[in-house]
């Protein structure tokens, strides 16, 4: 199976700043990668799919680069909305699995 | 507009069974393959299980492989999990959530609200 690796698993920022986020696939997963966050109480919500591609409705301040084995998510300019936990996701093959989350706290 | 509502959680002791069920409408359900997240509480997103449109291709995470059963019944719109020899790790919000092709693959969209299992004497 493919263990998913986040760093880090708890990040604080303030509103403005950029913040990044990484995963590291413990195999090859080529772009088969997708970015979710998730608020308390409520189900996760996809921001990024083939490791760089935007879900509709999704702002622009949200970005995701890489392939292979190591993967970034990027916010630009963190709005109060933002400060959420943030999962990386694999697809490349069964199981599909997550990360272990990267808690985004307000500083 | 997708809805899926999850239902068939409570507690049970460890070594029990129970029945997760998902009531999905609003688009083709037959047309999609279905999946089944779990989140143990205060912990991250685990994979559990997918069918494809017809039932005739199921995945499981390997924790729950010979344990958990992943069905559907299309007539019904429904998506189920059936759940024996329970543990205590089994103990999670159980998600129900549609496939959605993302260029190779399955990511997800939309989900349901989770139902809760609790695994314990």
């Known amino acids: 199976a493919i263990r998913m690796t986040q760093s880090p698993s708890s990040l604080s920022a303030s509103t403005g700043d950029r913040v990044t986020i990484t995963c590291r696939a413990s195999?090859?997963?080529?772009?088969?990668l997708a970015w979710y966050q998730q608020k308390p109480g409520k189900a996760p919500n996809l921001l990024i799919y083939?490791?760089?591609t935007l879900e509709s409705g999704v702002p622009s301040r949200f970005s995701g680069s890489g392939s292979g084995t190591d993967f970034t998510l990027t916010i630009s300019c963190l709005q109060s909305e933002d400060f959420a936990t943030y999962y990386c996701q694999q697809y490349y093959s069964y199981p599909y699995s997550f990360g272990q989350g990267t808690k985004l706290e307000i500083k | 507009e997708v809805q899926l509502v999850e239902s068939g959680g409570g507690l049970v002791q460890p070594g029990g069974s129970l029945r997760l069920s998902c009531a999905a409408s609003?688009?083709?359900?037959?047309?999609?393959?279905m999946s089944w997240v779990r989140q143990a509480p205060g912990k991250g997103l685990e994979w559990v299980a997918n069918i494809n449109q017809d039932g005739g291709e199921k995945n499981y995470v390997d924790s729950v492989k010979g344990r958990f059963t992943i069905s559907r019944d299309n007539a019904e719109n429904s998506l189920y999990l059936q759940m024996n020899s329970l543990r205590a790790e089994d103990t999670a919000v159980y998600y129900c959530?549609?496939?959605?092709?993302?260029?190779?693959?399955?990511?997800?969209?939309?989900w349901g609200q989770g139902t809760l299992v609790t695994v314990s004497s």
């Open positions: 959530a549609r496939d959605a092709y993302c260029s190779g693959g399955s990511c997800y969209v939309y």
């Open positions: 609003g688009f083709t359900f037959s047309s999609y393959w």
């Open positions: 195999q090859g997963i080529s772009s088969y």
């Open positions: 083939a490791a760089s």
